[in-house]
């Protein structure tokens, strides 16, 4: 059968509802589709059932699910003078406005743009570098640190440095650990040339 090429819309209230189930939302944007398409979505159960190819059950207990929780609302129009249904129209309680999803658009772009600026990396100057090592009071060289970290421009493994700061942390703590092995490292080899001298004096 030939599938409706408007476009849908699932609204926040939608996408992150608990009560609904994935495929009553997938539905609810279908309906919206053909609302946008003919004004009014008039599709019968059946027509629903060979789009999704699943059984009419499943197409009812999803039409339930949306109207139970005040999503849809569904009136059968009758034909004259009998009980016999002639069509179903199905209407949105809140249907997504234009306006809306220009707001809604205008958000997600500036929250997307936003999170490529914290993610986007810049690479630090050496006066940056400098600065911050001497706000630290650290033994950090930066021109040493700058020029191991352009030669990997600028990665950690595979993934691009995120906080050059965080990395200038790290070879601050590398240094202290280091500065304090070398400090008992000499400190055991003068216990070593003093107990050298002593049996050398008692051999004499």
Known sequence: MTKPNYYAVIPAEIRYSKKLTPNAKLLYAEITALCNMNGKCTASTQYFCRLYEVSRVSIQKWLKILEDNNHIKR?????????????????????????????????????????????????????????????????VDPEAFINFYESKG??????????????????ET???ENSSMSK?????????????KLKKQFKK
């Open 75 to 139: 009136v059968n129009i009758y034909k004259r003078g009998s009980k016999e249904i002639e069509t179903r129209v199905i209407t949105l309680v809140n249907m997504p406005s234009k306006e809306k999803l220009t707001d809604n658009t205008t958000i997600n772009n500036t929250n997307l743009t936003d999170n490529n600026k914290k993610a986007r990396f810049k690479k630090p100057k050496l006066e940056e570098i400098k600065n911050y090592c001497q706000e630290r009071n650290n033994n």
């Open 154 to 171: 600028w990665q950690i493994g595979k993934e691009t440095m995120k906080s050059w700061k965080a990395c200038v942390r790290t070879w």
């Open 174 to 176: 590398r240094d202290k």
């Open 184 to 196: 008992i490292h000499a400190h055991l080899q003068k216990n070593i040339n003093v107990k050298e």
